[in-house]
């Protein structure tokens, strides 16, 4: 048997019986592993600390639909820990149809566990069709854009929404997203109505975002299931995420070896790399 | 008129649209404010438009018995059980605040087919991608020139260092991988992203000037 | 008058003596101005800053009221001493203005009732601020009330010269590139770009074969420039088709790219004198749900296995979904986004990837049109002088002469 051709051979079903057995066994090995919070997800932190005492509200939108609600619940989870800890007002809303019932999920968790209270501690307002338009929207009149809470409760009666005429009276803005919604919020958002702005993003859109972060006009970006994690560190409150990162690990080590293994190949054998692609 | 009319909506709206950023008066942003609002109104209709091609479409192709007609048949049961549940509202109809839930706290046939039907689909496609990435990794990524190869090392250093099992390895890996995030990688975003800038410009000029009518549906 | 003459220097001195403390006991008040650059909701509060450090847990509150009524005052702005100083406000005051001042934006009226909400201030009309000093033991000092000032909004934005400018460098660079392409449209290289070249190898295959072509449009919506020349492509791709008489399909995830793709395809088809061969049913509105679309997709893949798969527009994760699956068909694949997330799956599943600009320059390499063509130079033209900027920029600043990036900034 040729080892090498099996080793550049290997079935794709086999590649995914491999990942799927690495990944469920990681969450029988106990191991701890340890967990070293970025200093973009501190910076989320400190800007959600900062506001403690001053009565300013965050303003959280669950831009992700449930499939991507692994990756961006816990990032959520987190963060809605820290503000409820800090006391900091917290109002919640939507970009995506699919996001409200997500939001509504993760906030009743969390406000359950915390003993916050809907209209006093936190409020959803819900989904509005348009992104670029509701951000510009909110940014012009928060009360035009979200006159009412999910519930029908006038914004202008509710305690996190009585003094915000506008995004720039957020304290924070923070977007959780998979999709593009980082960029209107940033573009329409940000550089129009000068509000500081955070992030939660799955991994594969975190590299876009370094050249705002170094320029200042990202503040705070958690990354992935692995920010999520880093929050998590910071909070003290280990939950999903942190479960989630030994088997994370274990498939990234598990790709990175087949990468490895076809490239130890490939290169060692001239038939192999005299062969186009 | 039907290529006039358009070309004339695009280059008053777009002249408004880039004349309004210069002009800090309330008068300028009220007016922004009601353009906003006229666009958030004609969004929400265009949802309209997609739903009456979706059901005409598989309507058609049930009538016809044309190939994956079962598909489509499945799709407009589906379709109408959603509309038929969101409609029932939890039994406060159309017209009445968003129910979740009943007093008992039994979720209404809306929320029950949104979490145990369409997040568990979502989340089982978005599952896929990690196998589908394993699988591409394996027989595609191959340093065959210097550039691929640097390019192999750099991703191999940032799969590894992004999860704790980095740390653990070495303490260097996770420093390592938030340089190469911080410097090459924002350096090469930012160029990226002034030429697109550039290119979103110009297209955007072309489309406000009428060179560019493509959004018309032809030439 | 001798006596007068020698009193009055010492008249003068003792009125000095007099003043001096007093000048000393004086505090420095409060200046309200009009906010510049502005929709007329804001006021510019300015006040000298001490000259020595203030003891830490000083703080400033700035109280409004409507000139009208100065005893009625409302909370317009607190801020800790050392905090917000003139050179924190370069759009106001230019770069290096120091801290010799405090300047404070407010946009907070006075409520009209005892409860009521904070609101906006009303252009045009008259308000006063009254300054108060807190100290950290909580003893609070009046630094003074200002004279009444009127916030207006101001027809032009002076902070975004810089930006206008920039644009009609820009446009005018386009209007003259335009104007030199119509007389010398052979002067205008544009070098090859691969992907575009396949396009139609790709069609050609699938003729050979007898199997469709499929078109998967991305995520975003029209009014993304990805898929304006997304919709580019596919008209010169629905020509060949309609020439060869090939199965075609069209997959959209958004109601209104579907409306345009088929008239797109329809006028193709048209061009190419072959109406009779237009299909309505080609062109599918599949889902707005970016998991559904692929999943939809890959179903239509699996089950016509297409020759070719064209990829053109703004893509998510469902990229690799569906190129894999299209990989796993045995198609050829092109694809061209400008979502660089996704290129690196897009490079290793596909034949020939488009990557941002190549994509955006579709409409112009196809075409040949001049004026397209004289867009991308207009391009490649402002890339330079940015990269001669960025250079000159960085020299500049390096040296301690931040001219050129200060100019730059946005505020």
């Known amino acids: 048997m040729n080892v090498r051709r099996l080793l550049t051979g290997i079935d794709r079903r086999v590649i995914y019986l491999a990942l799927l057995f690495v990944i469920v066994g990681a969450f029988y090995v106990p191991l701890d592993l340890p967990i070293r919070p970025a200093k973009n997800a501190l910076a989320v932190h400190e800007r959600i600390q900062a506001l403690k005492g001053t009565g300013r509200p965050i303003l959280l939108s669950f831009d992700f639909d449930p499939g991507s609600e692994a990756e961006l619940a816990p990032q959520a989870r987190a963060v809605l820990h820290d503000a409820f800890d800090a006391k900091v007002p917290v109002v919640a809303m939507t970009l995506l149809q699919n996001g409200q019932d997500v939001a509504r999920g993760v906030l009743n968790d969390v406000a359950a566990a915390r003993g916050a209270v809907e209209g006093k501690d936190y409020v959803l307002l819900g989904y509005k069709p348009g992104t670029t338009t509701v951000i510009l929207s909110m940014g012009q009149d928060f009360r035009d854009a979200f006159s009412a809470d999910v519930n029908g409760r006038p914004t202008a009666e509710l305690a996190p929404t009585r003094d915000v005429r506008k995004l720039a009276d957020f304290g924070y803005v923070m977007s959780f997203t998979s999709t593009g919604a980082w960029e209107s919020w940033m573009i329409f958002g940000h550089e129009r109505y000068r509000f500081p702005l955070g992030l939660g993003l799955t991994g594969v859109l975190a590299p876009d975002t370094f050249p705002f972060i170094a320029t200042g006009q990202i503040q705070g970006m958690l990354a992935g299931l692995g920010g999520a994690a880093e929050y998590e560190a910071i909070v003290s409150r280990p939950d999903a995420a942190t479960r989630g990162m030994r088997p994370q690990s274990a498939g990234h080590l598990l790709i990175a070896l087949f990468v490895i293994v076809a490239n130890a190949v490939y290169l060692t054998d001239p038939a192999l790399r005299a062969k186009k692609r | ?219 | 008058m001798p006596t007068n003459r020698r009193a009055a220097p010492a008249l003068v001195a003792l009125l000095v003596a007099l003043a001096l403390p007093a000048a000393a006991r004086a505090e420095p008040g409060p200046v309200l101005s009009d906010y510049p650059d502005d929709d007329g909701k804001a006021l510019l509060v300015e006040w000298p800053a001490p000259a020595a450090a203030e003891p830490a847990g000083t703080k400033y509150d700035i109280e409004i009221a409507d000139a009208d009524a100065p005893d009625r005052t409302g909370p317009a702005a607190k801020l800790p001493a050392g905090t917000r100083y003139a050179e924190d406000l370069p759009e106001v005051y230019g770069f290096g203005a120091g801290r010799a001042r405090y300047a404070v934006k407010i946009d907070r009226a006075p409520p009209a009732a005892e409860g009521d909400a904070a609101a906006d201030l009303t252009p045009g009309r008259s308000y006063v601020v009254l300054l108060t000093r807190i100290e950290p033991d909580g003893t609070r000092t009046t630094l003074g009330r200002s004279a009444a000032a009127v916030p207006k909004g101001d027809l032009f934005d002076t902070r975004k010269i810089n930006n206008i400018v920039f644009l009609l460098l820009f446009g005018g660079a386009l209007v003259w590139l335009t104007e030199q392409a119509r007389r010398n449209p052979e002067g205008m290289f544009v070098r090859r770009i691969p992907g575009l070249e396949a396009l139609d190898e790709a069609v050609g295959r699938a003729t050979e074969m007898g199997r469709p072509v499929f078109f998967v449009h991305g995520l975003a919506g029209i009014s993304s420039i990805s898929t304006v020349a997304a919709v580019n492509i596919l008209g010169k791709v629905g020509e060949k088709i309609a020439e060869y008489g090939t199965a075609f399909r069209v997959t959209n995830r958004d109601p209104v790219v579907m409306a345009i793709s088929e008239e797109t395809v329809k006028e193709s088809y048209l061009r190419a004198g072959r109406p009779d061969l237009y299909r309505d049913e080609s062109i599918v509105y599949v889902s707005d749900d970016q998991f559904a679309y692929a999943a939809a997709v890959e179903g239509m893949m699996v089950r016509e296995k297409p020759a070719s798969n064209l990829f053109f527009g703004y893509f998510f994760a469902e990229s690799l979904l569906l190129t894999e699956t299209g990989a796993a068909t045995g198609a050829i694949q092109i694809a061209g986004t400008d979502a660089y997330t996704q290129l690196p799956f897009f490079i290793t599943t596909c034949d020939y990837t488009l990557m941002g600009e190549e994509l955006y320059a579709a409409s112009a390499y196809l075409s040949r049109n001049p004026k397209l063509l004289a867009s991308l130079k207009t391009m490649d033209a402002g890339k330079a002088a940015i990269l001669a900027y960025l250079l000159a920029g960085a020299l500049l600043t390096t040296l301690g002469v931040p001219f050129l990036r200060n100019l730059a900034t946005v505020f």
């Open chain 2, 1 to 219: 008129m039907k290529r006039t009319v358009p070309l004339i909506v695009a280059f008053t709206a777009g002249l408004f649209g880039c004349l309004v950023q210069y002009v800090p008066h309330a008068a300028a942003q009220d007016a922004l404010s009601a353009a906003v609002t006229w666009d958030r109104i004609i969004a929400a209709f265009a949802a309209f438009l997609g739903i009456g091609s979706l059901v005409f479409a598989h309507v058609r192709r049930v009538e016809r018995r044309q190939a994956g007609w079962g598909y489509s048949a499945v799709l407009l049961f589906g379709f109408a059980l959603m509309v038929v549940a969101g409609l029932y509202n939890g039994g406060t109809g159309p017209f009445a605040a968003e129910v979740n839930a009943y007093p008992d706290g039994t979720p209404t046939p809306m929320t029950w087919l949104f979490r145990y039907v369409l997040k568990p689909a979502s989340a089982t496609m978005f599952s896929i991608l990690a196998f589908f990435m394993a699988s591409a990794a394996y027989r595609t990524f191959r340093a065959r020139t210097v550039s691929a190869a640097l390019l192999l090392t750099a991703a191999l250093i940032v799969m590894i260092g992004r999860v704790p099992v980095g740390a653990w390895i070495s303490p260097a890996l996770p420093e390592l991988t938030q340089w190469l995030m911080d410097v090459p990688n924002a350096a090469v975003k930012r160029a990226i992203f002034l030429g697109t800038g550039l290119g979103v410009i110009a297209t955007s000029l072309r489309i406000v000037f009428g060179v560019e009518r493509a959004y018309l549906g032809g030439d």
